[in-house]
């Protein structure tokens, strides 16, 4: 945009150099005629422009989709009121979302003419390459006078929230899980008079719902009402936990050990909450954070909300993470650790759950692989798996960078 207006006024100044040019070789008169001609222009110009900053009525509202997944398009719909005494001409208005996408993709829409208490619905998308949270914030409307030299600039606070997921993956095969007996861990449980089924959640109260069914304590957390629900005693729940080392995070961008464990773990909640799985998230960013088992679509958003987020800040190991939680995953459950191979010094402990019936779902990143590419990451692969498979007696699921992760699990269960 500014460099239009500058290529505009470099053309008006050869303009105003030629004809006086043309003055001195003829009639000093034809100069003056000029020079008054494009002073009455532009003081009609600005008073154009300025009638239309001050008596612009405009208010704006945008709708945007809150959620997508990376390099999804989003959708944003902005509505324009000229709630103003006189019609807008030449109105830019631009709006970008940033950090999410490249400030070169702002999003420039043209209006040439808007008549006084009207309104007008545009509708545009922009490609969210990054996972996170963002907040669209402001949109900017330029008036520019009719010849196009000079502009000013408003400013209108909208305030748009988007979340843009990781990517996820289709998982065809998993691992099997062991069923437990027993509720969530972390929240008392009791029979209802009459039934036989155990409670193993929670969910917003709705008209009918019996007054002895509210979880007094959520509803009190959430500052709404919350109502327990109870299912048959036989269920699968699982414990996903990682740890986003900031130390061990080789690679960069997308291609990045950090990256590869957000994508697996968000496909991995996605996919088990879908086969009805009560879930729980145990992970370290910059600090601890725990989501209490549920399932169900709100719990699935809430996961994938905190996986937009999250960034690989912890100064801890997984070690020292699973130790100091390791008491809390409850017996006759599921833990899936996504780790990184230096941390396979963990995995005789971790296999020490089995006592407890603790079923152990280890998802292991080649985090060489990010480092290196061709002969040599394959090298490192294969020495890999040699001294896994050699040190315990089980086959691991091993992911290196620019391999398919679905297939890393069809091709584990086609051993």
Known sequence: MLKTLIKKWVFLLLIIIFNLIIALRTSIGIF????????????????????????????LSRKVVGKIEEDDFSEIELLVNNEGFLPLFNVVLEDYLSP??????????????????????IKYSCQCPLRGKYIIDPLVVYFFDPLGLVFLKKTYTLNSELYVY???????????????????????????????????????????????KIHWFSSARKN??????????????????????KALNFGEGKESVAEYSIKIAASVAKYLMEKG????????????????????????EDTLRFLAVAQPESQISLAEMFQEFSRYIPDDSNLIVIMSDRDWECLPVMLA??????CLIPLILISST???????????????KFKLSGAFNFNPILFSRGENPEEVFLKYHER
């Open 32 to 59: 003056y005629l000029f020079f008054w001609f494009l002073i009455t222009t532009i003081a009609i110009s600005l008073l154009f422009i300025t009638l239309q900053y001050l008596g612009a009525g405009l208010n």
């Open 100 to 121: 999410a996408i490249p400030e070169e993709r702002k999003k420039r829409v043209l209006l040439n003419y808007l008549g006084a208490q009207s309104s007008l619905n």
């Open 166 to 212: 990781p990517k996820t993956f289709r998982i065809q095969k998993f691992p099997p899980l062991v069923k437990g007996v027993l509720p969530w861990f972390g929240i008392g449980t009791r029979r209802v008079s009459g039934d036989e089924d155990e409670f193993y959640g929670v969910r917003e109260y709705k008209d009918g719902d019996p007054i002895k």
């Open 224 to 245: 709404m009402l919350i109502v327990k629900e109870f299912q048959c005693q036989s269920f699968s729940r699982a414990t996903i936990m990682f740890n986003l080392e």
């Open 277 to 300: 799985v009560s879930l729980e998230i145990i992970a370290h960013t910059e600090q601890i954070a725990h989501l209490p088992f549920n399932r169900g679509a709100e719990h699935l």
């Open 353 to 358: 759950l089995e006592k407890r019936n603790i």
């Open 370 to 384: 990010f480092l290196y590419s061709g002969d040599k990451q394959r090298e490192i692969v294969d020495y890999v």
